[in-house]
């Protein structure tokens, strides 16, 4: 698969641009803050209909303007599909697929991509939240249809919280709370599958990533990651779905005096070790570059291999800046056999030898020529 246009109005910084690519490697080059990394953030939104980087659609829209609009044409083994967007700085926007209005669920894990830039350390150096929405991001693309459960239970945690903060304002006490069961028993069901969901998303993917460490870091360490979880996961859905339900009533009192939910997905963490340690805690820079640059690649090839569309689009957004010039031409020759390679560079220079391709500047947000 591979984008084949992308045509942007008003967004962010560039006024007005129009990208005819194709398979092989594309490089945009242009100094810092001129625009580059909105390119590639706009490809993604395409794909995804989020961004990497803010939370708030309102940030993407040019400032003084009312609306951004996006449109990429993606081509998927001779078929071609347009997606069509307008962002709104206020009010809700509008997204159309081969000119039909859709939801979010349509678009999800049909344009598989993966995106490698310079806040991948958060995957190894940051939050846990960090790696859970990797894992998340990971398992819709493996399983589209799999994301209406974490809607679902994003959703039904928000009330829970909502209704336990309001018992411990109130002074209620667990064994007056008679709707509590009820948001109990959707969040064990919605929580128990993406427990599921995620263990074999961690399976599947562990072989990968030890792979792409030893060819990244050019070194023979033992790799591996695991799950460390608030429920347990057992044989069944079922089974981890009434494990997770008496473990909800038991802390019940607990969760009152907290006003929050203590158990479930939400509370997990994705563990990385590097010759059996802890890799947050022990790595130096360079293996945790190599480690989160693994996470990358080993998706990457795990979608490849997976998907139904082939190949994600493999984007690197300055990453070649942040590592020495063993990785970068390790990290360049990995990602070469992708159909698509989308790269952003400040400095020509700081590009391995191998990362050839066509250039397209990039100055001021204009987008310019070869």
Do not use: C
Not at 304 to 331: C, H, N, T, W, Y
Request: proline share 3%.
């Amino acid at each position: 698969m591979y984008l084949q246009e992308l045509t942007l109005t008003n967004y962010r910084n560039i006024a007005g641009a129009n990208v005819v690519l194709g398979p092989g490697i594309t490089i945009f080059v242009g100094p810092n803050g001129q625009g580059k990394t909105n390119l590639l953030e706009a490809i993604g939104y395409a794909a995804t209909l989020q961004s990497h980087r803010v939370s708030s659609d309102s940030a993407l829209v040019k400032s003084g303007r009312t609306e951004a609009r996006i449109s990429a044409t993606f081509r998927t083994e001779g078929r071609r599909s347009v997606v069509d967007i307008a962002l709104q700085a206020t009010g809700s926007n509008r997204v159309e697929l081969n000119s039909n209005p859709v939801k979010r669920r349509a678009i999800a894990g049909q344009f598989p991509l993966t995106l490698f830039s310079p806040r991948d350390l958060a995957l190894v150096s940051g939050d846990p939240s960090d790696r859970r929405t990797f894992l998340n991001e990971l398992s819709v693309q493996l399983r589209p249809a799999f994301s209406d459960q974490f809607a679902n239970y994003e959703r039904v945690l928000k009330q829970r919280n909502s209704l336990l903060k309001s018992a411990r304002n109130r002074g209620v006490s667990g064994e007056n709370l008679s709707t509590l069961g009820d948001w109990d028993e959707q969040l064990a069901r919605f929580g128990a599958a993406i427990l599921h969901r995620r263990r074999d998303t961690v399976d599947a993917l562990r072989t990968y990533v030890a792979a792409a460490y030893h060819e990244i870091a050019g070194t023979e360490e033992v790799v591996d990651i695991g799950m460390e979880t608030t429920v347990p996961v057992l044989a069944t859905p079922d089974e981890t779905t009434q494990v997770f339900r008496e473990l909800l009533f038991a802390g019940r009192a607990n969760e009152i005096d907290r006003g929050m939910t203590l158990v479930g997905p939400h509370r997990d963490e994705l563990v990385l070790s590097l010759s059996t340690l802890v890799v947050k805690q022990h790595a130096s820079h360079g293996e945790s570059w190599s480690f989160a640059l693994s996470l990358r690649l080993a998706s990457a090839r795990l979608v490849r291999e997976s998907s139904r569309v082939g190949d994600p689009i493999v984007m690197l957004d300055d990453v070649f800046a942040e590592l020495d010039k063993d990785r970068r031409s390790r990290l360049a020759l990995l990602v070469s056999d992708f159909e698509q390679v989308l790269i952003t560079a400040a400095v020509e220079e700081e590009l391995p030898e191998l990362a050839g391709g066509r250039r397209i500047r990039v100055r001021g947000g204009v987008v310019g020529g070869d």
